[in-house]
Every structure is written in C-alpha cells, then in structure tokens.
C-alpha cells in the first residue's frame, strides 16, 4: 500500500531507501542514527557520510545502503526540540519533504522513515505523527510510492485529541460479547426472559436466527418450562419473514425456479458484480481513479486490477479502504460491503473504527489507519 505503518526496527525493513535522522556533523549520532550506521557497516558509511560534509536542519542528502537491505541511505537532519519557539515543526516537515523528493529523483519506488526526531532530539511523538502523516500523504497525492513509516515499539505511537477518543468510547460501547447459544436464547424468549439488553448486542438477526438443523423441543418439553403455563403455541419469532422457517418454506418455490434455467441463464440474470457497482459510484461522485485510489490508500496496480476485472473479488479491507476514499455514508458502505459480500461486524475493533469515522466524517485514510494501529488492527489499503 501507498502507506503502511508498521512496528520494527527499521535496520530490518527492505525498501529501496532508508531515511536517517542523521547528526548535522560527520560523527555518529545516538538512537537510530548509531543503529543505522552499525547495520550498514559504521566503517564505509562513515567514510560515504563525510563526502557530504556538514548538514542543516531540514537537509537531505543520500549515501549507499552498504549492508542494509536498500540501495539507497537518506540523511536528513531532524530538529531537536525546544519548545516549539524555534521553528521545529516546520523543520521536521521539511526533512521528510526534502526525503521523499530526494528519494523520487534517486527513482525509488519506496522508502522507509522513522518518526523523525521523535527519539534523542526530544520531539513530542504525537506532533511528531501529525506531522509524518500530513506530508507523507500529501506527496503521495502527486506521486506513486510506497512509503512505510516505522515504529519501533508501539508504546512510542501515540494517538491523542478527541477525534482518537471518540473511537476507543464508541468501540467500547459497541463491542459485542458473542452470541449466546441459539436455542438457548429461544427458551429465554419464548419464557419472556429475554430483554432490551440482551437485543442491543446486535444489528442483525442473523446472529439469533436458527439453522436448519436446531432441534425444536417436543410440546410436552416446552409444557414443563419455567413460566410457561399455557398450552404450547410455536412461537412467533419461527414465522417471521426473515426467520430460517420461513426462508425454508420459499425454497422450494426457488429451487424450482431455477432448475428450470441453464446456468448460463442463471449468470446473464445476476445482479451487478462488486467492480460495475464500485465505478458506477465513482462516475456518481464525479471523481477520477487517480482520486479514488490515493484517497483509498490502494495501489494503483491493484486498482488497475479491479477495474479491468468485472468478476474481481475484493478483500474486505480493500473494500473498507474504497468506501473512506470515496466518501460514503454508511448506508453507502453497507450497500459496498454487501456487493462484495461483507458486512460491518459489531464484534471487530476495525469495523467498528471505520464505521464511528464514517458516521462522523472522518475520511482521512491515514487517520483512520493510525487509530487502527494504536488498536493493534491492521491499517485499510493494499
């Protein structure tokens, strides 16, 4: 993906460029610096750091990789903090502005970044991120590269401000416990045991509907439950339209239906598939693929790929991806999903985050994937 953020040690990642928080002087700085210099080979890339001599704050200049696994180690100069007073933040967006272009002129196709000066120079790691996030994204707007931002541990990735609050609160109030076992939960309604509580766990009756196979208990068993002192009536949740009885009975109706079709008949007569629903949108929000698949985080291979496939079958975090760059609303997102044959889960932390961003119009992607990372969830994109 245009974007990824991982955790790692960034010695160990392979790109085609390596970006160091270099020290301004031709001597070995502490933290990354010092770890980059030892993996490369302290010696050679020493030796490759004093042809370029001394650096200013925002600089960037390049060297071989030497025993990295890149060809490529950009040096730029990171500010230590003070304050804020002395221009830092503007500083720290000019390292990883004058990296990314140094990087596209070398011809890479992707490059790896620390969070600049978020270690020994004392930059607060949460102004640090806005900033990485900010300008990464903003290059990657103009231009095709996979940039990966990488965290050594994720206790130094903070996500803080009310948007970030907001989604942990809405997760926690909206995470379900898994549901009940099913006949379980028949008895407890047919007794009138069940409550509100107990239908606020989900959106969908899937989660209680019974399979063909459930064993309904014999009138006389259901005669000598708790509460249960009038004559056996089935009840009524096993008549409702969409209950598997129901479903049941139109099935015959269905299947002869279409066992008086061919196959091929079957398939001329199917719905819209999942990529003519996905650029009929895009023609419907005038947007451009370049548009769509930066604002998605996807790669523009891969969109290719779905836009030259009638029949391509997307993953669900590609999907996810697509309905924040497009910009849906969530009955939008749904109506996506369910083409592609998913739905928002009430049980997982990713589409829990998407859908609280979604309904309060949050589409920055990279947001997004920064409070997936946090949570430990893989970030959207491809």
Known sequence: ????????????????????????????????????????????????????????????????????????????????????????????AECYHSSLKLAADLGCESVAFPLISSGSYGFPKDEAL????????????????????????????????????????????????PPEPRMNRMFREYTGSLNAEDLSGSDSSADYMYSDEAVIPEESEILMMPEASAPYEAPDLMYRKDSAAAQKAEAPKKEKTLRELTLEQIMKIRGETF?????????????????????????????SKIRSDVNYNPSKRTVLALAVGLRLNYDEAVDLLQKAGYSFSPSSVTDLTVRYCIENDIYDIHEINCYLFTFGEKTLGA
């Open 1 to 92: 993906m245009p974007l990824d953020i991982i955790r790692n040690d960034i010695t160990r990642v392979t790109a085609d460029a390596i970006v160091n928080t270099a020290n301004p002087h031709v001597a070995v700085g502490p933290g990354t610096d010092r770890a980059i210099y030892e993996a490369a080979g302290a010696e050679k890339l020493l030796e490759a750091r004093a042809r370029i001599g001394e650096m200013k704050p925002g600089q960037a200049a390049y060297t071989p990789a030497f025993a990295l696994d890149a060809d490529y180690i950009i040096h730029t100069v990171g500010p230590a903090w003070r304050g804020g007073r002395f221009h830092e933040r503007e500083t720290a």
């Open 130 to 177: 806005k900033i990485a996030i900010r300008e990464i994204s903003s290059f990657l707007m103009e231009h095709d590269m996979n940039v990966t931002l990488v965290v050594y541990d994720r206790e130094s990735f903070v996500m803080s401000g009310k948007a970030f609050a907001g989604v942990r609160s809405y997760i926690e109030e909206h995470e379900i416990r």
């Open 275 to 303: 990529q003519q629903m996905l650029l009929r949108t895009i023609d419907g929000k005038g947007m451009t693929d370049p548009e769509v698949y930066k604002r998605s985080n996807i790669d523009r291979k891969l969109f």
